[in-house]
């Protein structure tokens, strides 16, 4: 296993595109979670599954984001109609239940330009 | 509200201990204290974990005290590799039986030659 891989690595986008990011875990993990990190600050926790359930959902993660875990596996957060406030790193990790350990992908850096 | 404080930056010189401490004075029972290192543009990585006394890995020490208000993180004869942006997280569940993630700001740590 290589570990939590994310797609794309960045992306620059126009203010009020979609777009929509891509993570893989790594494959027994059955906990995701996403976050979103801006300069000089820690990682800010936005949702997370645990297998295909959606459990959590931060009061960050407004209408314009939604998160998908199908099948409980892969993971996409779609962010639509974009704002420049929505440029940030945006970190996937995962877990086994019951273990705090979490495992980050490298992130995918959003432009909003 | 319930937070993490540790120090935005520290310096150190090659061979040396490092001893990072977090603050977390409203911790609660049954959460856990995980120490994240990151690099520039990539995801945290974990370091190590504890719930109390002492916990020690082939990268690091994890003293907290009995109150379990503090962590201390330290790494032992540090090297240029070990600069990065030390995380410390506190997590559990809240009253809510939501999942409680509650990240440091981050210490930036710089080994000098």
């Known amino acids: 296993d290589t570990g939590v891989s994310q797609d794309p690595r960045h992306k620059i986008t126009k203010r009020g595109q979609n777009v929509t990011f891509r993570c893989d875990p790594i494959s027994e993990h059955n906990r995701l979670y996403w976050y979103r990190q801006t300069l000089g600050q820690g990682p800010e926790f936005l949702t997370y599954?645990?297998?295909?359930?959606?459990?959590?959902k931060s009061r960050l993660l407004s209408d314009r984001f939604s998160a998908e875990r199908p099948k409980g596996s892969f993971s996409t957060l779609e962010i639509q109609r974009t704002e420049q406030g929505d440029s940030a790193m945006y970190l996937c990790?995962?877990?086994?239940?019951?273990?705090?350990?979490?495992?980050f992908g490298p992130g995918t850096r959003l432009t909003v330009t | 509200l319930a937070k993490t404080t540790q120090p935005i930056s520290m310096d150190s010189y090659e061979g040396q201990e490092v001893n990072i401490t977090c603050s977390h004075n409203?911790?609660?029972?049954?959460?856990?204290i995980t120490w994240y290192q990151q690099f520039p543009s990539q995801g945290p990585r974990f370091i190590i974990q504890?719930?109390?006394?002492?916990v020690t890995n082939e990268v690091a020490s994890l003293f907290i005290p009995a109150d379990r208000k503090s962590s201390t993180l330290s790494l032992p004869r540090v090297s240029l590799s070990d600069t990065a942006v030390y995380y410390c997280l506190v997590s559990g569940i809240n009253a809510g039986n939501n999942r409680k993630l509650i990240w440091g700001l981050g210490t930036s740590l710089a080994v000098n030659p």
């Open positions: 599954f645990q297998n295909e359930a959606q459990l959590e």
């Open positions: 409203n911790i609660a029972t049954n959460d856990y």
């Open positions: 504890g719930y109390k006394t002492k």
């Open positions: 990790a995962s877990s086994l239940e019951g273990r705090g350990e979490q495992y």
